[in-house]
């Protein structure tokens, strides 16, 4: 009856491969597109939201902390460890009590300051909120004193001597009389490290890497651990000669080590010593660096020294057990 009309049939499009691929292509490059412009937006926001936020923070600070008179400087407290000047170490920080704010104090300058001064080991700065900087100094201890050539530019037959200080871990400091104030090293009863051939060997403000040096320090080291340390002082260590290590005491012996067994070396002096305590003599020089006989010079009698003055008093003392 009545007559349904037939929609048109719809003609199915047929792609080949290579289409389909590039379809596909398509349609990842639009997706990646448009996630970077969703980040590109995303990051543009808070980068505008952080500048905005910083400029505001800063204004907001300088009128309420910056500005504040109850941040105000009013006290530094300075502890100092090592027999540095606290009076020094204030005038350094050049900061003004009553004016400087202490909110506004730029602590990682004033510490770099202080750092650079080679005689300052270790340095702690921080605020005491609401009025007090606190900073404690630790003063490097020296071990060594050296003394080093320095020639005048302008005329190298010139020049004049010139001191350099070592702290056990072998860093370099310049003299600075200014920053001690009790134990000025000048004052110090410090051994004498000699025999540096090169000055820039020793760099102030520098660790020393060089080796005999820090054989010389090991060897001071291992001497305050022995019995002779407080009974008779190192006054001299020499490291002229390459592999060895002269020493020289305020009692005026000489002491030849081999750098490379300092140990055994040390063990072998304390059982000669305590050997010579027994014959009631002293020991002049004696060379600890040889493997068997150790070669030994008396010191003479002051009865028999005019009688024995032409004879050098050279005795050889067999090592015992290797030591």
């Known amino acids: ?121 270790k340095i702690s700065v921080e605020r005491v909120i609401p009025d007090t900087l606190k900073v404690q100094v630790y003063a490097r201890v020296p071990v060594f004193r050296c003394y080093v050539w320095e020639a005048d530019p302008m005329n190298l037959n010139a020049g004049q001597w010139v001191v350099r200080y070592l702290d056990d871990s072998g860093y370099v400091m310049a003299p600075d009389e200014l920053f001690y104030e009790v134990h000025a090293p000048e004052r110090l009863l410090l051994p004498t490290l000699t025999g540096v051939a090169d000055k820039n060997v020793l760099i102030p403000n520098r660790y020393c890497k060089d080796q005999q040096v820090n054989r010389a320090l090991k060897f001071l080291r291992l001497y305050k651990e022995s019995s002779f340390f407080g009974f008779d002082d190192l006054t001299e260590v020499n490291i002229s000669e390459l592999g060895f290590i002269i020493a020289r005491t305020a009692q005026y012996v000489e002491a030849v080590f081999d750098a490379n067994s300092l140990e055994l070396g040390l063990a072998r002096w304390e059982a000669i010593y305590a050997y010579s305590t027994g014959l009631e003599q002293k020991i002049k020089t004696i060379n600890l660096s040889v493997s068997n006989n150790v070669p030994v010079v008396w010191e003479p009698p002051p009865a028999q020294e005019d009688k024995n003055s032409r004879s050098n008093g050279v005795r050889g003392v067999r090592s015992t057990g290797g030591r």
């Open 1 to 121: 009856m009545f007559n349904k009309k037939k929609k048109p049939e719809e003609k199915v499009k047929l792609s080949t491969p290579e289409e389909e691929a590039r379809e596909q292509k398509r349609k990842r490059i639009n997706r990646w597109s448009w996630r970077i412009a969703w980040w590109m937006l995303f990051l543009a926001v808070v980068v505008s939201v952080y500048f905005l936020g910083k400029t505001t923070l800063d204004l907001v600070l300088e009128k309420t902390v910056y500005t504040n008179q109850m941040f105000t400087v009013r006290a530094v407290d300075v502890r100092v460890f090592g027999g540095v000047s606290k009076e020094r170490v204030l005038e350094f920080l050049d900061v003004k009590i009553g004016e400087d704010n202490l909110m506004a104090l730029d602590l990682g300058q004033i510490k770099n300051r202080l750092e650079s001064v080679s005689v300052l080991e």
